[in-house]
Structure formats: structure tokens, C-alpha cells
T-cell receptor, first 111, second 114 residues
Framework: AQSVAQPEDQVNVAEGNPLTVKCTYS??????LFWYVQYPNRGLQFLLK??????LVKGSYGFEAEFNKSQTSFHLKKPSALVSDSALYFC?????????FGTGTRLQVFP | KAGVTQTPRYLIKTRGQQVTLSCSPI?????VSWYQQTPGQGLQFLFE???????NKGNFPGRFSGRQFSNSRSEMNVSTLELGDSALYLC?????????????FGPGTRLTVT
């Protein structure tokens, strides 16, 4: 069965510093991986996805993610964090016609 | 292009009642999925519809049902509500139901069962 794991419940980072939100996956076959962000009382917003090709995927709001097949990881990154990036981040993997989500990582960016 | 819309945004019901939630997908999207989000269980898949056919269903009791109309709009129904059904119900639409198609989510319906 497909699954993703987000090992950190919360990540704290100072504004202007680089941020990384970790995700590891377990799939059979080729993985289709996604990152979503959720702001309070809102639905999930799509950030980026990996299907195939370049291991570094660029997405919305300056976010990018690095696909690493040997480490089965798909970490979300941003070179310079903003206070407005504070939110709940979900990694997901496609399993046929549904998404399997990780437990989420709360990102807190301090001024 | 308008995003996914869900109505109502908030609902308060009592145990034993039933509720119907509505979702309008992005124009041109034929796949609609429903998820339940709770603090304890996280995001859990309920079911997925593609061209009016239920293609997959998650591990939820039969009290949870849904349907999709010819215009791709979808409804989900929960009968005989229980306290544990209190959750944020999210609808997502996608152009395709397989592979690398991303899903776009609506703002959700917050259901509170008292």
C-alpha cells in the first residue's frame, strides 16, 4: 500500500532563514507525490507535484521540493521563509484514484 | 476560473439527524473526491466519483454516501449522525482520476454534531 510519513509535527524557523519540511514515502511502482498547504479554517491549497523528470520541482509561492529516490524522500523547501508561510503542510501520494496524506507538519515562522 | 465551492460552510446538527453537503467542482473537472479531516484521524478518504460513477470508497460505514450529477456537481450524505462525525468535510476536484493529476480542494464544510 502507498503511504507517506511526515516525521515532524512542528517546524520552527526564523523569517529569512531557509526552511525544510520533511516527507518520506513508501510506494509500489512510480510515485506521484504532492505537497499541499492549509491555512486556518481553509481547505488545502496545491503547492507542487512530482510525476517524473527533474528531481527538483518548483511550485507556488517560492516553494520547491526535492525528490530523492534512493532515500524515498520528497522534502519541501524554501530558500527564505516568510511569516505568512506559517501554516499546516501536508505531503500526499496518489494511490489510484485517491490521495493518501501524511499527518501534517505545522510550520511556524517567527519574525 | 472559479475554484471548488462547497455549501454550506458551517452546519450544526444533532445526533440521529441526517445531513447533505454539496460540492461544485472546477469547470471541466470530472473527478470529485471527498475527505474527512479530524484532529485525531487526520485526512481520510471517503469516496471518489468520476463521470457519475463511484470509483472508490474509503473505510467508512454505510451511513456515508454520495452521488455525482451529470454536471459533475457532487453531494455527500451522512445519515443517523453520531458525535464522532463532527469534522471538516473537504471536497476536491481533478481533471482526471489517475496518475499525476492534482486535486484542487474547496474550503470545506465544518459539521458539528451535538
Amino acid at each position: 500500500a502507498q503511504s507517506v510519513a511526515q516525521p515532524e509535527d512542528q517546524v520552527n524557523v526564523a523569517e529569512g532563514n531557509p526552511l525544510t519540511v520533511k516527507c518520506t514515502y513508501s510506494v509500489s511502482g512510480n510515485p506521484y507525490l504532492f505537497w499541499y498547504v492549509q491555512y486556518p479554517n481553509r481547505g488545502l491549497q496545491f503547492l507542487l507535484k512530482y510525476i517524473t523528470g527533474d528531481n527538483l520541482v518548483k511550485g507556488s509561492y517560492g516553494f520547491e521540493a526535492e525528490f530523492n529516490k534512493s532515500q524515498t524522500s520528497f522534502h519541501l523547501k524554501k530558500p527564505s521563509a516568510l511569516v505568512s508561510d506559517s501554516a499546516l503542510y501536508f505531503c500526499a501520494v496518489r494511490d489510484h484514484d485517491k490521495l493518501i496524506f501524511g499527518t501534517g507538519t505545522r510550520l511556524q515562522v517567527f519574525p | 476560473k472559479a475554484g471548488v465551492t462547497q455549501t454550506p460552510r458551517y452546519l450544526i446538527k444533532t445526533r440521529g439527524q441526517q445531513v447533505t453537503l454539496s460540492c461544485s467542482p472546477i469547470s471541466g473537472h470530472r473527478s470529485v473526491s471527498w475527505y474527512q479531516q479530524t484532529p485525531g484521524q487526520g485526512l481520510q478518504f471517503l469516496f471518489e466519483y468520476f463521470s457519475e460513477t463511484q470509483r472508490n470508497k474509503g473505510n467508512f460505514p454505510g451511513r456515508f454516501s454520495g452521488r455525482q450529477f451529470s454536471n459533475s456537481r457532487s453531494e455527500m450524505n451522512v445519515s443517523t449522525l453520531e458525535l464522532g462525525d463532527s469534522a471538516l468535510y473537504l471536497c476536491a476536484s481533478s481533471f482526471g482520476d489517475r496518475g499525476g493529476y492534482e486535486q484542487y480542494f474547496g474550503p470545506g464544510t465544518r459539521l458539528t454534531v451535538t
